[in-house]
């Protein structure tokens, strides 16, 4: 009786490839110097803004000198300035080497998502738990500006009580503001194509003031 022979599948050999790794690791080594090589011009950009270092170079304004002499529109260099005085006021670890030594590239924010801490801890609305979780988000969990913004919005919205009574005074300013709206230009028409007697005319303009008067 013959034998039936079974060939064995060689198991894959999980092969490392150390030239590939390498330029893994470069990869996101120049990440995080990319995330994080706005810092240098940030501070020395505020220095100049500061000390108006600018007016030493022939500058009357800083943005004269950014726009002119660095090539930056003003206020792509006041967020870079702002960005890194407020990272040296709050966020000082930071400007650490060892902050993104020891992070993953992404778990490193950018400069749009430190300006944008910075302006949302500027919001008076803004409680100190809610900053604490916009923060968390940008540098815990590496969102994005756009989807921390989507965060603050709906935090907001849900912070916001309706009050009945305000919400209706609000609605009957509208409606006021539309019909003077109105008015003023039926008026206007009116007085150029001289369609109503002057009596009229007289009654309109006092409507209208009253109006006015009604919303201050």
């Known amino acids: 009786m013959d034998t039936?022979?079974?060939?064995?599948?060689p198991k894959k050999v999980k092969q490392t490839d150390p030239l590939g790794e390498q330029i893994r690791g470069k990869v996101l080594e120049f990440t995080k110097d990319f995330k994080t090589s706005w810092l240098n011009l940030g501070q020395v950009l505020y220095t100049v803004w500061e000390d108006k270092l600018y007016h030493a170079w022939g500058y009357e304004?800083?943005?004269?000198?950014?726009?002119?002499?660095?090539?930056?529109?003003?206020?792509?260099?006041?967020?870079?300035?702002?960005?890194?005085?407020?990272?040296?006021?709050?966020?000082?670890?930071?400007?650490?080497?060892?902050?993104?030594?020891?992070?993953?590239?992404?778990?490193?924010?950018g400069v749009e998502e430190i300006n944008f801490l910075r302006l949302a801890r500027g919001k008076k609305e803004l409680l100190s738990e809610d900053y604490r979780n916009l923060k968390k988000s940008v540098f815990d969990k590496g969102r994005d500006v756009a989807s921390v913004r989507k965060d603050l919005t709906a935090m907001m919205k849900e912070r916001k009580q309706v009050d009945p009574d305000e919400e209706r005074?609000?609605?009957?300013?509208?409606?006021?503001?539309r019909i003077i709206h109105s008015l003023k230009i039926f008026s206007k028409d009116m007085q150029v194509l001289k369609l109503i007697r002057d009596d009229l005319m007289s009654e309109t303009s006092g409507l209208l003031g009253k109006l006015e008067d009604e919303l201050n």
């Open 169 to 177: 005074q609000e609605r009957h300013e509208r409606a006021v503001k």
């Open 4 to 9: 039936i022979q079974l060939e064995r599948t």
């Open 61 to 109: 304004k800083f943005e004269h000198y950014v726009e002119k002499e660095v090539g930056l529109k003003k206020q792509i260099a006041l967020k870079l300035l702002k960005s890194y005085l407020f990272l040296e006021e709050n966020e000082p670890s930071y400007l650490n080497k060892e902050f993104k030594n020891n992070r993953d590239s992404n778990k490193i924010p």
